[in-house]
T-cell receptor
């Protein structure tokens, strides 16, 4: 167990809907990163939040947005869902923006129909 | 742009066979290198990492990897695989002092008992 929990574990949405995924980071970690893992692919960096502010973003459109709360938990929001958004969404927490010591959650499997 | 390439998408071995998974990255600066493993139904776990120093790094469960700077490679090896090594393996790189990990597309390893 990594101490990083994500909810829900599975989710089914239809095209055009909006979705919110949640992540609770490991105790003592102030940084949360989100990754999208499409079937048969490696995880792709969406963005990172450090002390409630976005600290780096990958090649994802603005309809992917996030929040980090004072307790360092985080949300990933996706608006206007598209079929290609179907993927496993991974949250990873770390201390002080370090990518060297990431602890991953088990992910949320999102299916867009 | 940075990228990571894993040469083998699907590898099938018998128990006790030796394993080598190839990984090449493209980036001219200073990087940290990682191998992650994802066992069926589990979260991503760090196998080993290279930051600096001895280019031959040892990780958990008997895995090792060698960083060859001139070849931009970081290949994963294990002298004798076990059935329990069946999993997906991801090579990743991050530019030092950034929070973003770039993953390869992954290699599925199937070990036959």
């Amino acid at each position: 167990e990594t101490g990083v929990t994500q909810s829900p574990t599975h989710l089914i949405k239809t095209r055009g809907q909006q979705v919110t995924l949640r992540c609770s980071s490991q105790s003592g970690h102030n940084t949360v990163s989100w990754y999208q893992q499409a079937l048969g692919q490696g995880p792709q960096f969406i963005f990172q939040y450090y002390r409630e502010e976005e600290n780096g973003r990958g090649n994802f459109p603005p309809r992917f947005s996030g929040l980090q709360f004072p307790n360092y938990s985080s949300e990933l929001n996706v608006n206007a869902l598209e079929l290609d958004d179907s993927a496993l969404y991974l949250c990873a927490s770390s201390r002080d923006r370090e990518a060297e010591k990431l602890f991953f959650g088990s992910g949320t499997q999102l299916s867009v129909l | 742009a940075q990228s990571v390439s894993q040469h083998n998408h699907h590898v099938i071995l018998s128990e006790a066979a030796s394993l080598e998974l190839g990984c090449n990255y493209s980036y001219g600066g200073t990087v940290n290198l990682f191998w992650y493993v994802q066992y069926p139904g589990q979260h991503l776990q760090l196998l080993l990492k290279y930051f600096s120093g001895d280019p031959l790094v040892k990780g958990i469960k008997g895995f090792e990897a060698e960083f060859i700077k001139s070849k931009f490679s970081f290949n994963l090896r294990k002298p004798s695989v076990q059935w329990s090594d069946t999993a997906e393996y991801f090579c990743a790189v991050n530019q030092r002092n950034t929070g973003k990990l770039i993953f390869g597309q992954g290699t599925t390893l199937q070990v036959k008992p």
